[in-house]
Structure formats: C-alpha cells, structure tokens
C-alpha cells in the first residue's frame, strides 16, 4: 500500500458562529471502496459533504485528497479535483434532451477540456447505457420519472470522470424495487473503479452496499468499521433510537 | 463649507421621496419577488394626479396625497390581479418583462393624455424659506420630508400591528404554508401590489411639489428604487428609509462636484459599488 | 453508429430545423432588395436587418444564456459613436473600419462591466444594466469630445446601398456566429446557466467566465449594427444612439420569434417590423403605446414566441397550460 492515504479528513471541525456542525472528525477513505455515512438527522453529514467537495473551508482540520489539501474551492472547480456530487433534490436541466444534460458534464468535467462536442455526446450516450437511461435519451429531463431523475444525475456525474462520488441520499422517494436497481446500479459504478461515499437513511441499503461505515452523531464521529460491527454497536444503537432503548436493550442481553 | 451642509440638507430634504418610492418597491420586491419595472409610472401618475386636482379644483397638493394612494392602490390591485397575476411565480424575465411592457404602456398613455409638455405645479408656498445659519430650507420640502416619515412610520405600524400586515409577512416566508393556513394569496398579493403603487403614488405628488412634472419622469425612479434597496437591504421599512436618506445626499452631493445632469450616472455608480462590496446591502438581506 | 444531437420536439438548442431553413432562405433573399431601386424598401429592409442583429445579439445573453439585458442598446451606441468619431476626428469613412473598431470598443466595454456586474444573479443584471444605458446617455451628452447634446454629422460613403449591404453582412454573419455557437461547446454552456445555474457550476461551468462571453459576443453584434447605422443615418446624437425603441424592440421580437432559437430574432424583426409599419401609417400616434401591449401580451400568453403555437408540444392546450402554471 502507498505511504498516502486516497481520501483522508483530518480532524475536521465545522462551527458556524457558536454552532458546531463537525468537531473532530478523521477518518481515511481507500481507494475503491463503498464509505457509508450515517448518523440521526442534524449529525452533520451534509456539512460534511460539503467539506468533502470543496464548498466549505472547515474551521479547522483539513481534507486530503491524493496528498493535496483541498481548500475552498469554487463550485465550478470541484470536478476538477476528480471528485464529483449527485444533490438530494436533483434539479436537472429541464428543457434539454437527456443525453444533453449528460453531455453538458462530459464538456466541461475534468476531462472536457480535451472533448469535442460530438466526442462529448459519444460519452454522454455510453453513460446514458450504464445507468438505464439510454431508452430515454432522447426525451426532455423535465418528462423523467423520480427513478429516471435520479440515475440522470448520477450519469452527469459519471460525465465528470471522477474518482470519487458523494451521493447524498439518492434513494430518497424510491421504493423497494427500485432501491435494489439503485444499489445495483452502484454497485456497477464502484465496479467501474470510482469510490463511492454515500450518505443514506435507509439501513438496510447502506448494509447491502457498504464496504466501511462511519457514524456521526451531534458533529462527531462516534463509530468505523466494518456494517455488521458498527450496527451492532451500543453506542450507535443509542444515538439512533435513545438511551432508553439503548438500556433495555443492555438489560435484554444481560439475561440468561 | 457652506456648500457641504446646504447640499446635506438638500440631500436630506429629498431624501425622504425616495425612502417613500423604494418602499413600495421594496414590499413588491420582497414579498412577491417582482422587480415592478413599471413602479416609476405609478410614481408619475401619483404626481399627475396632484397636477390635475390642483389646476382643475385648486386643491392643495398635500391633499392630494391620499387621494392619490387610494386610486394607485385600487389601480396597483386590478393590474395584479387580472394582469400580472397570470406570471407571478414564472422565471424573472417574464415579469420583469411584463412589467416593462406595463411601464411603456402607461407613460404612452400618459403622454396621449396629458402631452409631452412639462408641468408644474406652483403653490403660494412654493417659494418660500426660511434659513437656520447659512443653510436655507425650502418650506416645501421640509413639509415633503415630515410627510414622507410619517408615510413610513404608518406603513411600518400597519405591517406589524394589524392582521392583514402580518398576514402579508407570513405570506413571505412560505407562501405555501400561508395558503394552507386559510390565507388568501391572491387578494393579498394584490393588496401588497395596491400597496407599492399607493405608495408610489403620494411619492408622486411630493415629487410634483418641488419638480417639474413629464410622462417620462417616472423613469430614473425605478433606477433609484433599486439602488435604495439594495444599499438598504429588502424588506425593511427602517432599511428603505435610511437607504433614501443616504441616496438623497449621495445625489445630492455627486450634483455638487460631478455636475448635474448627472444624476443616473451617479446612481449607477453607486449601485455597482455596493453590488460588487456588499451584495447584500448596507441594512439587510438584498434578495434572492 | 453516431448518437445524433438530440433533436428533441423543439429541434434542439438550435431550433425548429424547418423554421431555419426557411429563415435563412428569407435572409438570402433579402439581398436583392436593393435592386427593387426602391429607397422606401431599402430602408424598411435595412431596419429590419438592424434589428435582427440587435435581436441576434440580446438573443445570446438574454434567450440562452438567461440573463435579461436591458441596456443593449449602449453597445449600439457606442458603436455608432464609434462610426461618427472616427469620421470627426480622423475623417475616416470606412465602413468595414468602423464595424471592427465599433466591435472592439463594444466587447472592450462588455468585458470590463460584466466582471462586476455578471458575478450576481438576473434580477441585478437586469436593472444594473438599464442603468448603465441611462447612464452613458448622460456621461455622452455632456462629454465634447463626442459631441455632446448636439450630436456629430457623419458623411455617408457615396454608393447609398453599400449600407444596406453592410448591414445584411452584418445580420448574416451574427446568424451564422449564433448558429455555430449554438451546435457547440460554448453554447450548451450558455443554456445550462440558464437551465440552473448552480447545476451548472456542479458541472464544471464557470458561470462568470460565461456568462461575460456571452455578453461580449452580444455587445459586438449590437456595436456592429450601430455603427453602420451611423453612417446611413447620417446623424448621431444621444437621443438617436441610445434609443429607447432599439432598446426595447429586440426583446418583443426575440420572444415573438422564439427565445433561444438561431431563426427567432430575425423572424421576430420580420413580423414586429411589418406590424410597426402598418401601424405607423394608420396610428402614427400610438404605436408605442401598442408595443407595450404587444409585450403584455406576448409575454402573458406567448412565452415561448410565436413558433410554439406550431409545435407538438405547444399549441394552444401549451398556451393554456402555461397559463396556469405561473399563477397564485
């Protein structure tokens, strides 16, 4: 293994005046592997993310990524670093065809630069194919479905040739068939050499797909580890469903 | 150095008209995100109004002043509701070019009706002043400048006292919850519009007290409303009035040493100043 | 097998393609007009040609890129101030001299305010630049070395037509530039700015860095125009330079024809001139008056310009439906 780390975060805290979303989070991400993040609502996840990408400067600590710190960075330059974002509410470019969405990314992504605009729309329609969407490529972003929508922005962020993707809770809105097509479709994308750190409500989702967790609870890190282990632990039980829960729970296990 | 206080007063004087006109601009601004580009006509239209009760019926300009925000308000609500209301919530080009086209509509119109000659309205008062120190005051302009704070202390109490007030200010944070509250947006959005053109219209006839009167003198109003909210921060009755005030003795002092004639390219420049430093104004949010 | 470009129902960010073909054929046409030896047509020819740069132009930054100007007329007359300069000063008459110096100066001016003021969102953008247009009337009328209130004669070149040419050259090459910009990189920037700003950015667009080109590139079209204007007008003073109606017209015809299309503002020129004409002739005192109502009415029930009355995605039911889309 190399001396440095893929993806680290070092001590990171994040306050907002007397707020403290992140206190002294560190943690490493290896080069292709399935981070989940999880933690109650208000954790600081999303802030994290936002680290993570460049759109915030932490207060103090600092995000490495393949030895260079990443400091504030302007929205459009984030891609540049080789990693890329899909948003909660996904706002894709309505009246543009889908394939063209896809391409407007593979433009102006790390790699768009040395891409034509026809080379670009070759490598939207190859994105188009692994995410599902390529039977709709030629339909307005306005007319997709939720599930559509959603494999629409992960394509656009495919488009930007990054070595990380951040998905910040895409299965919200899906249901159980269409979170397992979701999961595979991850799968194909880790598969395809990316690192993927996802941030996700839905247990069972980051479970299936996770090759490391990390929990935050209040802005702090309170568990790593492999899925089984974390879940298991009491302290992560406690932070998600009570102290109370928590003892009754302890005092269950104590029982012969 | 007399030039100093006397060009401080002046700008203070006037000052006041223009805290007027930006708060009703402002209201339309900040509740109903609608950059009113036809906000100066109304402003003309206020001040025409004093014109003709004057030479028509000699009435006192200053009490024209109601009558004018009762007849911009009731015109200000239609144009909303059975015009604008149509693209309300649509993307800033359109309203903005609605609006625009509004705008044109009304000072054509005015200029069939009234001619494109210049006005003005001459009181027994006009002229008179009086002076403390070298300073000299302008009778007029000193009542214009009472009337306008009064104006807006009036509209600040009814903002926060009375229950249509603090619908309204509900209705601006989340639109949608007010509505599922039982709140009625359409006719409160068109009050709030009635609002901005009354307001611009007794702004009107204190412009026509001191100021030569032409369908086209709405205009650079439109340019200033902007600029006072954006030094004065949106929303804010107390921002729309200190923002005036300021405004007034920056014009009134860029006319001093810059020259008159002037008067725009001033307000742009301190439009982009601030744009560029403070974007979100001196006292307040800016907008969205 | 190569993906075409998406060609959805609006024919892509170029277009309807049947709409352009015919529009180009039209412009084609419209060379001949100086052999009808008409100078009525000449002129009526020569405006419309005029406006369809200023609405080529304004099309750019307001119709694919998303931010509304309203002061693009100051490019059109630094651009005739330029011509008029140039003849006043240095007894220059050349056409093809004053479009490149107008171009310079344009882009020059575009460039310098568009850093500060393109960094912020429409509704700024908007207001800041009809106060730049009001402001450089003032600054103009009072500066002497441009003529101040009274304005500069311009001695036009002998041969009348070449202006009309001139203008046609103009017109075409701004249509073909929007066409070019359109199909490429470049453009696909623009609608994503105006698509979603942010989604933008996310991509890898600078939107500053954009947003400043387009506005650039508008401003050279309308500065070409206004400086051969200058020449065929013969005279230029504040008031003919930074007229309201070249101010204000380019935007009806671009919604009128088609916001963000490459065939748009040239058919809008076509039908709002056509229009203009007639009712000069029968209301000499209202038309203005009209052009507000137009835009009212344009706005409120046209959006998307006349062409998507004949689209299948528009028609009337689109009409209707936009209608209740926007409303409280």
């Given at each position: 293994m190399s001396g440095e780390a893929f993806l680290s975060i070092e001590n990171v805290a994040m306050h907002f005046g007397g707020l403290h979303a992140l206190d002294d989070v560190s943690f490493e991400v290896e080069r292709g592997s399935v981070l989940g993040l999880i933690g109650p609502n208000g954790s600081g996840k999303t802030t994290l993310m936002n680290i993570v990408s460049g759109v915030f400067k932490p207060t103090y600590g600092s995000v490495r990524f393949n030895g260079k710190r990443i400091a504030d960075v302007p929205t459009y330059a984030v891609c540049r670093l080789g990693i890329a974002r899909t948003f909660q509410v996904v706002k894709p470019f309505?009246?543009?065809t889908v394939r063209e969405n896809v391409a407007v990314g593979a433009m102006y992504g790390r790699n768009g630069g040395r891409r034509s605009a026809n080379a670009s729309f070759e490598r939207a329609q190859e994105l188009l194919e692994i995410v599902g969407l390529a039977r709709v490529a030629d339909r307005h972003a306005s007319d997709l479905t939720i599930p559509d929508r959603k494999r629409l922005e992960v394509a656009k962020a495919l488009a930007l040739d990054p070595e990380v993707l951040l998905l910040d809770e895409v299965m919200a809105g899906l249901n159980a068939t269409e979170v397992d097509e979701a999961l595979d479709l991850l799968r194909t994308v880790n598969g395809r050499g990316v690192t993927l750190i996802v941030v996700e409500h839905l247990m069972k989702a980051i479970v299936s797909i996770s090759t490391t967790i990390v929990v935050l609870a209040e802005g702090k890190k309170i568990a790593q580890g492999a899925p089984a282990e974390v879940l298991a632990s009491p302290r992560v039980i406690e932070a998600y469903l009570g102290t109370r829960y928590a003892n009754r729970q302890r005092q269950r296990e104590a029982q012969p | 150095m007399q030039l100093f206080w006397q060009d401080l007063v002046n700008g203070i004087l006037v000052g006041g008209i223009f805290a007027v006109v930006a708060l009703g601009f402002s209201l339309v601004w900040g509740i109903m995100n609608i950059i009113n580009l036809a906000h100066g006509s109304f402003v003309m239209l206020g001040a025409y109004t004093a014109y003709v009760l004057f030479s028509t019926w000699n009435v006192d300009p200053f009490l024209s002043i109601p009558v004018a925000f009762v007849l911009l308000f009731v015109f200000g609500y239609c144009v909303q509701r059975f015009v604008i209301n149509f693209v309300v919530?649509?993307?800033?080009l359109t309203t903005f070019l609605l609006t625009f086209g509004l705008s044109l509509l009304i000072v054509n119109f005015a200029l069939l009706v009234f001619h494109g000659d210049v006005k003005g309205i001459t009181t027994q008062y006009s002229g008179s002043n009086f002076s403390i120190g070298s300073v000299t005051i302008a009778w007029v302009k000193l009542w214009t400048l009472l009337v306008a704070l009064v104006i807006t202390a009036l509209m600040q109490l009814w903002l926060t006292r009375s229950k249509t007030g603090r619908a309204i200010r509900a209705m601006a944070m989340d639109i949608d919850a007010a509505q599922l509250s039982g709140v009625r947006v359409a006719h409160l959005y068109a009050v709030v519009f009635g609002l901005g053109a009354g307001l611009a219209g007794a702004a009107g006839v204190l412009v026509s007290l001191s100021y030569s009167l032409q369908?086209?003198?709405?205009?650079p109003f439109v340019i200033t409303a902007f600029v006072v909210c954006v030094l004065g921060g949106l929303g804010s009755v107390q921002g729309a009035l200190v923002g005036g005030l300021i405004f007034g003795v920056l014009e009134a002092f860029g006319s001093q040493y810059i020259g008159t004639g002037l008067q725009d390219a001033v307000a742009l420049v301190v439009l982009l100043i601030v744009l560029i430093l403070r974007p979100r104004g001196l006292l307040g949010k800016a907008g969205a | 097998m190569r993906p075409g470009r998406a060609l959805g129902a609006l024919g892509g960010i170029t277009g309807n393609a049947n709409a352009l073909r015919v529009t180009v054929a039209i412009l084609i046409l419209m060379v001949f007009v100086p052999m009808l030896h008409s100078g009525y047509y000449e002129n009526l020819g020569r405006g419309v040609l005029m406006f369809a740069t200023l609405s080529l132009g304004w099309n750019l930054i307001g119709g694919y890129t998303g931010y509304v100007s309203f002061g693009n007329v100051v490019f059109f007359g630094l651009g005739s101030y330029t011509t008029a300069a140039l003849w006043q000063h240095w007894h220059q008459q050349s056409i093809v001299l004053a479009v490149i110096c107008a171009m310079v100066v344009g882009v020059a001016f575009a460039l310098v305010l568009g850093m500060p003021i393109l960094r912020l969102r429409g509704h700024y953008f908007g207001i800041a630049t009809l106060g730049i247009a009001l402001a450089t009337q003032e600054i103009v009328s009072n500066v002497d070395w441009l003529g101040a209130g009274s304005g500069f004669t311009v001695r036009p070149v002998d041969a009348y037509s070449t202006y009309y040419y001139a203008m046609w050259i103009v017109c075409a090459a701004s249509m073909l530039a929007t066409y070019l910009i359109a199909r490429s990189k470049l453009g696909y920037a623009f609608v994503a700015i105006r698509e979603n700003e942010e989604a933008a950015a996310v991509l890898g667009v600078d939107p500053t860095r954009y947003k400043v080109i387009a506005w650039a590139i508008s401003a050279a079209m309308a500065a070409a125009a206004g400086a051969v204007f200058a020449g065929a007008n013969g005279f230029i003073d504040p008031p003919t330079a930074f007229a309201l109606d070249n101010n204000v017209f380019p935007i009806v015809m671009v919604i009128l024809g088609g916001v963000g299309t490459v065939a748009g503002p040239l058919v809008g020129a076509l039908i709002l001139t056509a229009i203009n004409e007639t009712l000069w002739s029968h209301f000499p005192q209202i038309h203005t008056l009209f052009f507000g109502a137009v835009i009212v009415v344009v706005v409120v029930f046209l959006p998307r310009g006349i062409l998507w009355l004949f689209n299948t995605r528009g028609g009337w039911k689109g009409v209707a439906g936009s209608l209740g889309a926007y409303r409280v």
């Open positions: 309505a009246n543009l | 919530r649509a993307p800033i369908p086209s003198m709405g205009d | -």
